[in-house]
Structure formats: C-alpha cells, structure tokens
C-alpha cells in the first residue's frame, strides 16, 4: 500500500527554527514529486511547493518563497519541510501528497504535521 | 498567484445533485487539463475524486462528475448522501509550472 506518514505535532516559539518530515512508503520513493499543502486554522488548502526526489527539482509557490525550504533524503524515503525562523502566523496543518501518476494531481495524502508557534 | 474562486457554501437535500464552480483564467484553468477536486472531512487530510478534469480514480463513487469549460471548472454530486458533506477544493495546473487551490466549498447536506 502507498503511504505517507508524516512526523507528529510540534510546539515551537517564534523565531525558533524547525524541520518536519514525510516518509514514503510502498513505491519508489525517488520516482514521484511530493507536494507540501498548508491549512491555517480554519482555513482552506494552500499550495505551498513541490519536491522531486529523483534529482531535488523544487518548485515553490510565489507565497512561499524564500520563507520555507523543501529537501529530500532519498536513503530514507524522505521528504523535508523547513523553517529557519518561526513566525506565529506560520501556525497551522502541514501536508505532504504525492503525485498521482502522470497527472498534476495528489494522492495519497500523509496524515498531516500540526505546527502550532507561540510566544 | 490567485486562488481559484469557489462558492463559499452549497447545499441540498438527499438524493438531490449540487454542482460546484471553480473559476480561474486562462494561466490555469483553461490553459491546461489538469484540474483536479478534493474532497475534505473535518479533521482529516483531503482525499482526490477527480482528476485530469473528469477522471475518477479507482473506489471513487460515480456519483461524482466533473467537467470544464473555458476557465471555469466543475463538481457535480449526483444523489447526494449524508457522508457528502465536507469542503471541496479544485486545483489546477498553472504556466508558472505549479499548482494553485480553489478558496474552497462547504457542503452542507439539508
């Protein structure tokens, strides 16, 4: 079964830096993009970027660029999201997805990383 | 980079159909075949039932349907039940090679 498991909540303050993960199972890890999704609380479905493990291709959202850091360890089937420095307004659910086939579509989902930042 | 516009809230009754717009331009929508839907239950990650515009993937009732015209996409599901009450968000393919959401559609089920 193709899954994605991704890493459990995390506390932080701002300012503070953090890296979440999302690990891939039941396929070839490097043979598919993974995408990164946030959800402010409340809040809808934001397109954040895409990884490609195969050779670290990134593509990032205008939104999020230059704020969050995508990267792979394909040793471990696993992809990364980083922050350097907090912000309480990155608070929220963090999503990695796969890309389904050849379409520029996601599925599975991973679970979801709920980062809550606060002073 | 705009989301794609969505109503904010649809309703009906059981058994009844809604349809689901996704508005976007030219850039996305109607410049490539690649929308897709998500359906969302609270507190779970979102599911994809359709891809490519009009495709289901495999275990995804056929009483969803999608379609598109020009740059405006849609949802439709057909003999609506209780467990269809969730958000639902579009995506598509744009020409700065990403992808963007839909602000997303609350179902309510009457």
């Known amino acids: 079964e193709v899954q994605l498991v991704q890493s459990g909540a995390e506390v932080k303050k701002p300012g503070e830096s953090l890296t979440i993960s999302c690990k891939g199972f039941?396929?070839?890890?490097?043979?598919?993009?993974i995408a990164w999704v946030r959800q402010m609380p409340g809040k809808g479905l934001e397109w954040m970027g895409i990884?490609?493990?195969?050779?670290?291709?990134?593509r990032y959202s205008p939104s999020f660029q230059g704020q969050v850091t995508f990267s792979v360890d394909k040793s471990v089937s696993t992809a990364y999201l980083q922050w350097r420095s907090l912000k309480a307004s990155d608070s929220g659910i963090y999503y990695c997805?796969?890309?389904?086939?050849?379409?520029?579509?996601?599925?599975?989902w991973g679970q979801g990383t709920l980062v809550t930042v606060s002073s | 980079q705009s989301a794609l516009t969505q109503p904010a809230s649809v309703s009906g009754s059981p058994g009844h159909s809604v349809t689901i717009s996704c508005t976007g331009t030219?850039?996305?929508?109607?410049?490539?075949?690649?929308v897709s839907w998500y359906q969302q239950h609270p507190a779970k990650a979102p599911q994809l039932i359709i891809y490519?515009?009009?495709k289901r993937p495999s275990g995804v009732s056929n009483r969803f349907s999608a379609s598109k015209s020009d740059n405006t996409a849609s949802l439709t599901i057909s003999g609506l039940q209780a467990d269809d009450e969730a958000d639902y968000y579009c995506?598509?393919?744009?020409?700065?090679?990403?992808?963007?959401f839909g602000g997303g559609t609350k179902l309510t089920v009457l």
């Open positions: 995506t598509s393919y744009t020409n700065r090679r990403t992808l963007v």
């Open positions: 990884v490609y493990p195969g050779d670290s291709d990134t």
């Open positions: 030219s850039s996305d929508v109607g410049g490539y075949d690649y």
């Open positions: 490519d515009v009009d």
């Open positions: 039941g396929y070839s890890f490097s043979s598919y993009w």
């Open positions: 997805a796969r890309r389904y086939m050849s379409s520029w579509s996601m599925y599975p």
